[in-house]
């Protein structure tokens, strides 16, 4: 995806939803468990919530199990 091609790349559940046709709740939920998995960072802009994944999310994603 976007978080492992573009490091630094800004993302919301909106364009998450947009992007893999779900439903933007379930986008919502998706983004929290990977933040919960330290996976992704977060903050907030306005009403929405922005993310952006860790500079070394693959090392992070491989050492996940």
């Known amino acids: 995806t976007k978080t492992v091609k573009e490091q630094g790349y800004l993302f919301t559940a909106k364009e998450i939803s947009t992007e893999y046709a779900i439903a933007e709740n379930t986008a919502r939920s998706d983004l929290k ?33």
């Not at 306005?46 to 693959?58: D, E, K, Q, V």
């Open 33 to 65: 468990v990977l933040y919960d998995l330290s996976l992704l960072n977060s903050f907030k802009s306005g009403n929405s919530m922005i993310y952006i994944a860790h500079s070394n999310l693959l090392e992070r994603l491989r050492n996940t199990n």
